[in-house]
């Protein structure tokens, strides 16, 4: 019986491992596409006949920057799965600091009148809290590293 068992956790441990490989791939392909699609909104933006100017206006600098920071999620994600993938351990730093960029996005991205007050500090808290998360992840590393 117990080899049947350590044969079954093998072949999950094996076919978890094949997923992981697949979501790695997959990940990577939507960010090379989202980076391909960025240099076409760029050029599309830049190049527009429409407009006299060669400068992009305000909408479409946030617009561009929110794209910047979807693509740099892309990335962090990539690593999250690829350091899975290598260790079979998720690293909760990687994933804090894909949170982190996450919620700078929103942040950056935000139009204050379309939002209660509310809504904006209950944003801080998580700022807060991310952050503090992160520091404090950031110096057990330090001090399990310099035992």
Known sequence: MGKNIDKAVSSIHAVKKWMSFVVLILMTIIVAIAIVELGIILYLDLFDPTDDVLFLEIDELFKIFGFFFIILIGFELVETVEMYFKDNVIHAEVVLLVAVIAVSRKVILLDLEKYDPLSIIGL??????????????????????TR
Do not use: D, Q, T
């Open 124 to 145: 801080g808290f998580i700022i807060i809290a991310l952050g503090g998360c992160y520091w404090f992840i950031k110096h057990s590393y330090r001090s399990a590293n």
